[in-house]
């Protein structure tokens, strides 16, 4: 026999479901079923990737959702009366209820959502055409009214569906599950069909696939409740029945009422809706009148050229590509598209926020001349098809950078200008990794937590590559060790790998957004703002994720928020006061040698891209000269392409030959040295050897970094041809192809990498030229960070900057930069970054004080009111250092009762008119006499400098150690990150914060934070290594600690192994050359003059006898022998990590 599933959850469901799409269809399909139906609970997620799975496995897609109605009206909520709420079957059956689908459940989402997503009689009344509904699980209403014995009620609700949706649309729905109220419902409910001649439909409530699924629909319910297994009470089905039964066994249980099954085969040829989107959604733009879009983009361009070219804009070179370009955007539609991004970046103009943009679109003249990108794309040899492929019809993808802390005002106009029901932000869906499932499982099974890290800690993190459980299984020999020590371990993990991968929970997107010409409700469902996007002035979010969206054809702008481009701005707004001075992105030199002087001396802090350990090192070792050579390697700094970073600087220098596979290759990759580093020069090579042209070399850059097996082979042989034909020998040409494969572990956008790298000579120009604005805005930025501020401003000092505490006569809320007549320069502490401060009081202390500066305490107490600031307030204030120069804090402190009086008796009087004609107050002594305090510690001095500003100011407790920790640390704050996982390390430094916790078996263990001056580390103390040194963990203790890193989490962690207060036994000569040089530090000041860099005496190198006729692609550069430290180890300070090899042993007497 022949049926349908009409009542289906997927994992779409949140926490509901276990059914995967893709399994959901083929089991049906293996079934022999026709059709199939979703209906997940209040939402659509799933419905697009539903209906094209069905599609491509000839099943027919039934589109539908289970609504929650509500108690009284849809926008009711009154705890009492509105919490609960009732459920009903919804299915489209045309276009138009399809439509109506989509309105219900955004407004459920939007206007509705109390516990649930709901609606009410109301609103579907109004959206009830094209339909068809049933009465629902035993959660609907009508078999609710049953349920509670209420006949009455279930008739009236019978006959107001009946009057909705006819008697053809409108369903009994019966269910068989082990609920023993179901069983009498069931009889209740076909005693009532039957009473009003009711078409009855049987229907399994699926939640999952297979019977023995029904334990991982358990854990999802557990981990949505946040309840365990083992509790009684929580929230569970009764039985495994909620699977997808096959017709047979559905006969079987509804074989007394056949129509009830027949039914279903029924609804599936009433149900009709087609997704198969074909059309643009592109918002209007009102172009001047005698313009089309047309038209009026070109005329932009061509401004756009003048302003970019000034009189070369006429040049053959440049219009071709512009009419090329152009050509192309106008054949796939796209011209309102450009217009609306040059809108957008024009108010950004307009606003004075700084922008630029990341990705492909830099290899467009036509956003160039729009100044939409910042890059030029002739000058930087950058392809139009790596940004818009004609032969790949998908929407353009520009993503726009702008200053983080404006971003939100770009968003809002967006919003403004084309309606807010016309935009929305793109949701996004989390799924359980490897470790998330382990966590998960492991939590609601009552397994300890001190178990479960130890699980956790053996799955490896792989850069670029979906590590999985059971891949970890076959591959790591302590997880498997680890699997077999236990029965409920193994149960653990194997249970773990059938919940992996499984969608857990909504976001939205960090940045993108949709634009349509109607109401976005018209054409994809909304939801409400998920917890990431509350703070933005878009309210609203897709329930279609991403990819769907751009197969819709919905306009998509990502609004990045890139805190760079703010630390730039605040910069040049110091720097224009202070200099007269205009940088913008546009006129920041790229060649200043100041800036590539400071990048090769390893001061990279708060560069852009540069900064950290790793990277830090190879820019010393490589002494860059030029903006390419910093573009090329912010492409190289990455897993794979980082093991060629040795013979590009070899290359670079002239100390290794560059080669290629043929002299035509030359011209294409001479910027690079021979070696093989962005997309776009693979892409080129196709074209010039191989016959190629630009749409085809994109399709074969594409399939090549997908690794598209079939394409591969298709472009293998059409590349070997083209390039035969071009007089290029058969073997060479095979050999350049078995280079590209290679490649495409490590292919990098150059269009993104010119944009960055762009970025990150613009910051070292302006640190290199302006450290103090720089490092003022640096610390301005990212004052809410105690870690960064800590190294900035152990950075700024070291630079001969001094730190200055936040001041009542100097600073503002910000930190502010100070210069001096004898040219020596000062970072001052702003109020924003003193714990217990308001940002409204002292607005009016910074009102109150004006161009002066208090002359003493007298003066302030009665130019600001202190009651407004508050005892806590003043206190931290007085603490970190603000009244200094009223006197010492000790009595300062001592004497905050009586400041805050006499200010607020003074200013009671003033508000009340009490003053005698010379102007002092009636009866109120104005003057304050503030007796020596108790002379205060130094260390508890700095003390609350850490606590309340999170860095010490007015000195730090390690200055006399850092010559210790020189000799004897391995790494600090700065460079740990580019420890591997597991690396033996060393550090020393103070303890900042100690949290003492236990684990579920009870065992004390600790959490401790350590600052060594460069910035906060993290320490995890174990319950065994945490019984022997606890003592030794005490807030203000300086230590040494030995470990391994936890790089999986960011930032690294350290797992402590060891820990010593004895700096004695490891400060001899002896002692300290027991330790490579490699693993001891320098102050950052300590880095070598960077050597001049002679241009690389190029030997030219072909493997044939042949003079060019064609360009031609590189080799890949020849592996080196020895291990990465081997070949190049950084000279000075910073150094990368060694990629093989552990930490030496301490000296014998570390304890």
């Known amino acids: 026999m022949s049926f349908v599933h009409l009542h289906v959850h997927t994992e779409y469901s949140l926490l509901d479901g276990f059914s995967n799409i893709k399994k959901l269809v083929k089991t049906a399909k293996e079934m022999g079923m026709p059709a199939l139906a979703i209906t997940d609970h209040g939402t659509m997620f799933g419905v697009k990737e539903f209906y094209d ?39 489209a059956k045309n276009e138009i209820g399809y439509k109506n689908l989509l309105k219900i459940t955004s407004a459920a989402q939007m206007e509705g959502f109390y516990y649930r997503p709901r609606i009410d009689h109301e609103f579907l009344a109004d959206h009830a055409e094209g339909l068809i509904s049933a009465t629902g699980c035993l959660g609907g209403e009508i078999p609710q009214a049953l349920l509670k014995g209420n006949t009455e009620e279930a008739e009236k609700l019978i006959n107001w569906y009946y009057d909705l949706f006819g008697k053809d649309d409108f369903y009994v729905e019966l269910q068989q599950h082990n609920i023993n109220e179901l069983v009498e419902v069931n009889k209740k409910l076909v005693e009532l069909g039957k009473k009003h001649s009711s078409k009855f439909i049987a229907t399994n409530d699926v939640h999952y696939i297979k019977k023995s699924d029904a334990k991982y629909q358990d854990i999802l319910l557990a981990i949505q409740t946040g309840t365990s297994l083992s509790d009684k009470n929580r929230f569970s089905m009764d039985d495994p029945t909620y699977y997808l039964r096959s017709p047979e066994e559905m006969l079987k249980i509804f074989g007394e009422i056949p129509e009830s099954l027949t039914n279903t085969l029924e609804i599936a040829e009433k149900c009709n809706v087609n997704l198969d989107f074909k059309e643009y959604h592109l918002p209007h733009f009102i172009v001047p009148e005698g313009h089309t879009e047309e038209s009026y983009l070109r005329h932009l361009c061509e401004k756009g050229l003048e302003y970019r070219y000034g009189k070369h804009s006429d040049d053959k070179v440049i219009q071709e590509r512009l009419n090329y370009e152009l050509g192309i955007i106008h054949t796939m539609g796209f011209d309102a598209y450009f217009i609306i991004v040059w809108d957008l970046v024009r108010e950004a103009t307009k606003r004075g926020i700084l922008y ?9 003249i036509v956003a160039y001349s729009l100044e939409i990108t910042l890059i030029d794309p002739i000058q930087h040899d950058l392809i139009f098809e790596r940004f818009l492929n004609p032969g790949r019809i998908s929407m353009p993808d520009i993503d726009l950078d702008l200053r983080d802390d404006r971003r939100h005002e770009i968003m809002a106009y967006c919003a403004e200008k084309y309606g807010d029901d016309k935009v929305a932000q793109i949701i996004t869906f989390g799924t359980m990794g490897a470790k998330a499932a382990i966590r998960d499982v492991a939590r609601v099974m009552d397994i300890p937590l001190n178990e479960v890290n130890q699980i956790a800690k053996l799955i490896p993190a792989v850069s670029g590559k979906k590590v999985t459980l059971q891949g970890t299984l076959d591959d790591v020999p302590d997880f498997k060790k680890m699997y077999n020590s236990s029965p409920h371990i193994k149960n653990l993990i194997d249970t773990a790998i059938g919940m992996e991968g499984v969608v857990r929970n909504a976001g939205t997107h960090a940045a993108g957004v949709v634009i349509a010409d109607k109401p976005i409700v018209e054409y994809l469902p909304l939801h409400r703002p998920t917890s990431n996007s509350e703070d933005t002035p878009i309210k609203t979010v897709t329930q279609f994720e991403m990819g769907i969206l751009d197969a ?59 900064e950290g350990g790793g990277m830090t090192g190879w820019m010393v070792k490589m002494q860059p000269q030029t903006l390419d050579h910093v573009i090329a390697m912010v492409a190289l700094y990455r897993p794979g392409p980082m093991q060629f970073i040795p013979s590009y600087i070899e290359r670079m220098n002239g100390r290794e030959e560059v080669t290629y596979r043929h002299p035509s290759m030359e011209p294409i990759f001479k910027s690079t040295y021979g070696i093989p580093i962005y997309q776009e020069q693979i892409m080129r090579t196709a074209v010039e050897l191989g016959g190629y042209s630009g ?68 910051t070292a120009f302006l640190k290199a030229n302006y450290p103090t604005e720089y490092m003022t805005a640096l610390m301005s930025v990212f004052y809410g960070k105690t870690e960064k501020v800590s190294h900035y401003s152990a ?87 603000a009244l200094d120069n009223f006197g010492d804090r000790s009595s300062l402190l001592s004497a905050v009762d009586q400041l805050i009086a006499v200010s607020s ?44 500003i999170g860095v010490y100011v007015s000195d730090h407790p390690l200055s006399k150690y850092q010559e210790i920790f020189q000799q004897i640390a391995s790494h600090t704050f700065t460079t740990l990150p580019d420890a591997r996982h597991q690396q033996p390390v060393r550090v020393g430094g103070i303890i900042a914060g100690v949290r003492p916790y236990q684990t579920k078996t009870g065992k004390p263990m600790g959490f401790v934070t350590l600052d060594d001056m460069h910035g906060i580390i993290e320490l995890v103390i174990f319950p065994r290594t945490w019984q022997k040194y606890k003592e030794l963990c005490e807030e203000g203790k300086i230590v040494i600690i030995s470990g391994k890193v936890d790089a999986e989490n960011t930032p690294p962690k350290i797992l402590v192994d060891k820990i010593s207060t004895d700096f004695n036994l490891v400060t001899s000569v002896e002692d300290v050359g027991r330790l490579p040089k490699s693993d001891r530090l320098r102050k950052s000041t300590d880095t070598p003059k960077p050597r001049a860099v002679q241009p690389a005496p190029v030997k030219k190198t072909y493997p044939e006898k042949e003079q060019p006729t064609v360009k031609s692609a590189p080799s890949l550069p020849p592996q080196r022998e020895g291990t990465l430290r081997q070949v190049a180890e950084p000279v000075a300070t910073y150094a990368p990590p060694a990629v093989d090899e552990g930490m030496p042993p301490p000296p014998p007497a570390f304890p």
């Open 695 to 762: 749409p085809e070399s994109d399709n074969l850059r594409k399939a090549i970094s997908k690794k598209k097996v079939e394409e591969i082979a298709r472009h293998r042989q059409k590349f070997i041809d083209g390039a035969v034909k071009n007089d290029i020998k058969r073997d060479v040409a095979t050999n350049i192809f078995d280079d590209w494969e290679e490649f495409a572990r490590y292919g990098f956008n150059k269009s993104h990498a010119a944009a960055y790298g762009t970025i990150s000579v613009q």
């Open 795 to 881: 950075n700024a000092r070291d630079m001969g900057i001094e730190i200055l505490p936040p001041s009542v006569n100097s600073s503002e809320w910000d930190f502010t930069s100070e210069i001096y007549d004898n040219g020596k320069s000062a970072i001052r502490f702003g109020f924003g970054a003193v714990k217990n401060v308001g940002e409204k009081p002292i607005e009016k202390l910074i009102e109150a004080r004006g161009d002066r500066k208090f002359k003493d305490i007298n003066e302030f107490v009665h130019e600001v009111d202190l009651s407004t600031i508050g005892k806590r307030s003043l206190e931290s204030m007085i603490k970190v250092g």
């Open 356 to 364: 630029t943009t990341r990705g492909s679109a830099a290899g467009s």
């Open 905 to 948: 008796s003074h200013f009671k009087a003033k508000n009340a008119g009490q003053f005698s004609m010379f102007g002092a107050e009636t009866g109120i002594s104005n003057k304050i006499h503030i007796p020596p305090g108790e002379e205060i510690d130094q260390r508890i001095q700095l003390g609350w400098e850490r606590e309340l």
């Open 552 to 610: 819709m054809g919905m306009l998509k702008v990502d609004f990045l928020g890139l805190s760079t481009l703010t630390v730039i701005a605040r910069a040049a707004e110091q720097i224009e006061k202070r200099y007269g001075k205009k940088y913008h992105l546009e006129n920041i030199p790229l060649d200043d040698k100041k800036a590539f002087k400071l990048i090769g001396s390893g001061n990279t802090a708060g560069v852009f891209q540069l």
């Open 53 to 91: 799975e069905a599609k491509k496995n000839d099943i027919k897609p039934i589109i539908g959702v289970e609504a929650y109605m509500a108690a009284r009206g849809m926008r009711d909520r009154d705890s009492k009366l509105d919490r609960k709420s009732s459920h009903i079957l919804l299915l």
